[in-house]
């Protein structure tokens, strides 16, 4: 299957040898988007609800580029690195998808690039 490779400079540049997101068909794989300002590529400033806050404005600005939106997504992991704050990301997490409730899987990590405190992925069908 022929496969598209989606970028936006509205969502930081990928660090590595990865794409922001591929489409294939109609579904849609948005790389794990860490709590980084597009526009300088540092960590957004403040607790893990602001970094959750960015890494979801990073997955909405790639979704958008791709001619979706959150209520298209299907599936997501929220990867953190202390489960004590899952309560805070799920908090903004909620604010993000409203109504739309994909699957998820939420797991806690050693360490994240970057030393963040929340990293997020989702899949959409387009």
Known sequence: MKHEIIHTDNAPKAIGPYSQAIKAGNMLFVSGQVPFVPETMEIVEGDVKAQAAQSLKNVKAI???AGADFSH???STVF??????????????????????PARACVEVARLPKDVKVEIEVIAVL
């Open 63 to 65: 979704l958008a580029q």
């Open 73 to 75: 997504v299907v599936k």
């Open 80 to 101: 953190i690195k202390d489960m004590n704050e899952f309560g805070a990301i799920n908090e903004v997490y909620a604010e993000y998808f409203g109504d739309n409730k």
